[in-house]
């Protein structure tokens, strides 16, 4: 079946650093790629919708500046926090759908960001 | 924006007993996806209903669609300690896939 790749599974980092996150979709290629975050206890929250090529769309209340898309082919979508603060702590998670439309969105195993 | 509503959010039970979930909400949906998430984890698909009135079995789970295409319900029977982690309802509307609240089970043996 399709297989996301998110690396890495978990990550520590200093106040003011940048972290980046992958998401490669292993045996399927993708035009669309979601990044969604999730606090303890709580659901996923979209983020952002990445799309191959172009521009990546924010939900409302997501800073762009802050957290930086890039979907550069086919099987790869990135996500950069910026100057990272202790509030982006999260476990942030991306998804991706097989382009042939196949049934269902397969999600990467997500990433423990820590901030400190 | 759809209010989607997921209950309950919480549920202890024990083992052998039933439950359901409940996803709600004001909207039709052109299609609802089940998920279910255990900690440290991405969510894995469950099933995928799209026809109103429709129902899918997976093994012990029961998945229902209402007529309306409005809400969902997921039923488990005889739940096991392994049916414990959190079930999320998310339908696919405008080209995105949105997660309701979740509901976190625990089955205790």
């Known amino acids: 079946g399709a297989v996301v790749s998110q690396h890495p599974s978990w990550v520590i980092c200093k106040s003011g650093t940048s972290v980046k996150i992958e998401c490669r979709s292993l045996?399927?290629?993708?035009?669309?790629m979601f990044w969604y975050r999730q606090f303890p206890k709580q659901s996923l929250m979209l983020m952002a919708t990445?799309?191959?090529?172009?521009?990546?769309?924010?939900e409302q209340g997501v800073e762009k500046d802050k957290f930086l898309i890039n979907h550069a082919s086919l099987t790869l979508s990135t996500l950069t926090v910026t100057s990272a603060h202790p509030e982006d702590s999260s476990f942030y998670i991306c998804s991706a759908r097989d382009r042939r439309g196949y049934d269902g969105y397969t999600f990467g195993s997500g990433t423990r960001l820590t901030v400190v | 924006t759809q209010l989607l509503e997921q209950s309950p959010q919480f549920l202890s039970i024990q083992e052998g007993e039933n439950l359901t979930v409940y996803c709600n909400s004001s909207?039709?949906?052109?299609?609802l996806q089940w998920y279910r998430q255990e900690p440290g984890e991405g969510p894995v698909l469950l099933v995928t209903v799209v026809t109103g009135g429709e129902v899918k079995k997976l093994k012990r789970l029961t998945f229902q669609f209402g007529d309306a295409r409005k809400d969902s319900s997921l039923h488990i029977t005889a739940a096991q300690p392994g049916d414990t982690g959190l079930y999320l309802c998310?339908?696919?509307?405008?080209?995105?896939?949105?997660f309701g609240q979740g509901t976190e089970l625990s089955v205790k043996p």
């Open positions: 990445s799309n191959e090529g172009s521009k990546a769309t924010y």
């Open positions: 909207s039709v949906f052109s299609s």
């Open positions: 998310a339908p696919w509307e405008g080209g995105k896939l949105i």
């Open positions: 045996d399927f290629q993708a035009t669309t």
